[in-house]
């Protein structure tokens, strides 16, 4: 079966950095997605990543390692308004994204 | 409108009702998406098209269909709404079905409740 795992919660502080991470087994792969979303709206997009390594945008950076069947995203400089929940989505053999249940993040100040 | 939009923005349903929920998008996507999400649970695909003219099932289809007449609408229709249907809905589009960073854009949300 295909299975995507995340944290299901983690709390950080306002100003630190946190890191979320996400185990997946899928049937192939063709790309992984990082999205953000905040209490009653819908997933918007962050992150794609193909190839192993670090792709940074700004504040987010994600991670991906294929052999391990792994990635990260890292948010710096936390701020109150990145409390929201994050979801890891991997594309796979038939370009359907599989999702996980996605990680509440809790930004304390 | 701009971007993609879903209506209704909830709903009240008894079970065993018809109920279509719409979704438009004006991107001009060749592909469109419907997922359920469900606390606890990642969101589901239940049925795509990749094009109009095309559609696909997708893992949980069973009680549910869609019709993709044309590039801008992709409606989902439950025939006889059930309680374990009760789930908010998210309507989505991207550019294209295959490769490259072709994210998805979502509407916001219908949120059902089936009685």
């Known amino acids: 079966g295909q299975n995507i795992d995340q944290p299901t919660e983690m709390t950080a502080t306002e100003g630190a950095i946190v890191q979320i991470n996400c185990t997946y087994q899928?049937?192939?792969?063709?790309?992984l997605f990082w999205y953000q979303q905040h209490a009653g709206e819908a997933p918007t997009f962050l992150s794609y990543?193909?190839l192993d390594g670090l792709e940074e945008k700004g504040r987010f950076s994600s991670f991906l390692s294929r052999s391990k069947g792994y990635s990260y995203l890292l948010l710096k400089e936390l701020q109150m308004k990145d409390s929201a929940s994050y979801l890891c989505?991997?594309?796979?053999?038939?370009?359907?994204?599989?999702w996980g249940a996605g990680t509440k993040l809790i930004i304390k100040p | 409108i701009a971007g993609i939009t879903q209506a209704p923005t909830s709903q009240i349903l008894a079970a065993g009702r018809r109920m279509t929920l719409r979704c438009t998008q004006d991107?001009?996507?060749?592909?469109m998406y419907w997922y359920r999400q469900d606390l606890g649970l990642g969101l589901r695909l239940i049925h795509y098209?990749?094009?109009?003219?095309?559609?696909g099932k997708g893992e949980v289809p069973d009680g549910y269909s869609v019709s993709r007449a044309n590039t801008d609408d992709f409606p989902l229709t439950l025939a006889s709404a059930v309680p374990s249907q009760t789930s908010v809905y998210f309507c989505?589009?991207?550019?294209?079905?295959?490769?490259?960073?072709?994210?998805?854009?979502f509407g916001p949300g219908t949120r059902l409740t089936v009685l």
């Open positions: 098209s990749n094009t109009a003219g095309t559609t």
């Open positions: 991107m001009r996507h060749n592909a």
């Open positions: 899928t049937s192939g792969f063709n790309g």
């Open positions: 989505a991997v594309r796979d053999s038939n370009y359907q994204l599989i």
């Open positions: 990543n193909v």
């Open positions: 989505a589009s991207s550019d294209s079905a295959s490769g490259g960073s072709n994210e998805q854009f």
